[in-house]
């Protein structure tokens, strides 16, 4: 799990760091029962505040995203099915909603919008099936 | 012991004579457990703060507390409560690593063997090694190790990463998170002054932006990352005349118009897109942009 901080979305650290975790959660690049990093080599990399993680993991034990076990660190709750789809579809529209935002900046229509996703949808599909053919 | 009472709290504190005004003093108030920044350009009076905690200067009036203390009256206990990271530091020259080690433990009531060793170990210093043989970088892992061994309430650090080598600046962050922050996480208190704004971003909880002995900008680093917002705007032919309410700065170059917002950026931001722009674009401002925003 690869966390990247950018310190000009304008978004708190912490909460960086709670929704790359989620992420990670959701795509697969964090197991059930997986081990986190502990607090202090992860604060240490990324050369922030000790706080700042901490609270991040405290946050995502609150959402039942992370359990904490006594004296060995935390890792991703047992029955962390990937993410509840309507959590899922939050942290989707976030995305969808800056690339709304930035369509109108840029002057596109939502026809136009529209016609992009679909055909980057297939420029997506076409590469995967080239990329897991190539593969076997 | 009262946990509410800050690290560190300032009252109009003044020290500037001759031209500056008297009256408008430097305020600050650094809470317990954060690590908090002292922004300034040279000459703006951090250091001369950090040596009014320290007792080494009189302020000409205001009031200064330590954990609610008076760092003049009692400067003992203060002194036993924090530790200081001087921009050049200087030991007796007839000592070896060890001998140092051992001098400024004897100050101490408490001392962490334990770290002592690992820090030893992960500086790479000999023990048996003159100190007058150590490089610039050595010098100063050694005046934070002299910091962070008697585990204080409060590290106060001024420039403490100027003129070293990117390893050694990056290994003495890792060590204020790493060994001196999480030994009590919650209660270790870190006062820094700096010009490497970029390399403690992550570190910083809150700050403050100093010049000519006043606090111009008291803010948490979140909250000033959410608020400070560089809007960029390019139009088709020339920029139109806009009245632009609260904005910090504006430039126009070309077709292109940049503004610095402190708040309000979604307004200004609604104004521009009225004038159709060919593109309208916003990013947070990071510390160091807001440092410069503010200074210039």
């Given amino acids: ?136 | 012991m009262n946990t509410d009472q800050p690290a560190i709290e300032i009252k109009d504190l003044v020290y500037r004579y001759g031209r500056a005004e008297a009256g408008h003093g430097f305020n600050l108030t650094v809470p317990r457990g954060k690590c908090y920044a002292l922004f300034g350009r040279n000459g703006a009076g951090k250091t001369t703060t950090m040596k009014c905690l320290l007792s080494l200067l009189r302020p000409k009036s205001g009031t200064v507390r330590v954990f609610g203390m008076d760092p003049r009256k009692d400067e003992v206990a203060v002194k036993s409560r924090l530790a200081y990271v001087p921009d050049s530091v200087a030991f007796y020259p007839w000592m070896s690593v060890r001998d140092t080690l051992n001098y400024f433990a004897s100050f101490r009531k408490h001392w962490n063997l334990k770290l002592e060793g690992e820090l030893l170990e992960r500086f790479r210093l000999e023990p048996a090694k003159n100190v007058n043989a150590l490089s610039k970088g050595q010098k100063t892992q050694l005046a934070l190790m002299t910091a962070v061994c008697p585990e204080p309430d409060l590290l106060i650090l001024d420039e403490p990463t100027s003129g070293l080598d990117p390893i050694v600046r990056r290994e003495f962050i890792e060590t204020v998170i790493g060994a001196y922050q999480e030994g009590d996480p919650g209660n270790r208190t870190v006062f820094v002054s700096t010009h490497l704004i970029t390399e403690f971003e992550g570190l910083i909880d809150e700050f403050t932006i100093m010049d000519a002995g006043k606090d111009v900008v008291r803010m948490n680093a979140d909250e000033a990352r959410e608020k400070y917002q560089k809007i960029r705007a390019r139009f088709e032919h020339e920029v139109p005349k806009l009245d632009l309410p609260g904005a910090l700065s504006s430039r126009i170059r070309g077709r292109e118009l940049e503004v610095i917002v402190n708040g309000g950026g979604s307004a200004i931001m609604e104004l521009l897109r009225a004038q159709s722009p060919e593109e309208l674009t916003s990013e947070s401002l990071r510390l160091e942009e807001i440092f410069s925003a503010t200074l210039q």
């Fill in chain 1, 1 to 136: 799990m690869l966390i990247q901080l950018n310190f000009k979305s304008g978004k708190p650290v912490y909460v960086q760091v709670v929704d790359q975790i989620k992420s990670a959660a959701a795509s697969g690049a964090l197991k059930p029962g997986e081990a986190l990093p502990s607090i202090r080599p992860l604060a240490e990399e990324l050369r922030v505040n000790r706080n700042t993680i901490a609270k991040a993991y405290g946050e995502l034990e609150s959402q039942g995203v992370i359990e904490s076990r006594h004296g060995k660190g935390c890792f991703l709750s047992e029955n962390h099915s990937p993410l509840k789809k309507d959590i899922r579809r939050k942290m989707l529209i976030e995305e969808i909603d800056q690339a709304v935002v930035q369509a109108h900046n840029l002057q596109f229509t939502r026809e136009e919008f529209q016609k992009l996703v679909e055909e980057r949808f297939d420029a997506m599909e076409k590469k995967q099936s080239q990329n897991t053919g190539g593969a076997q």
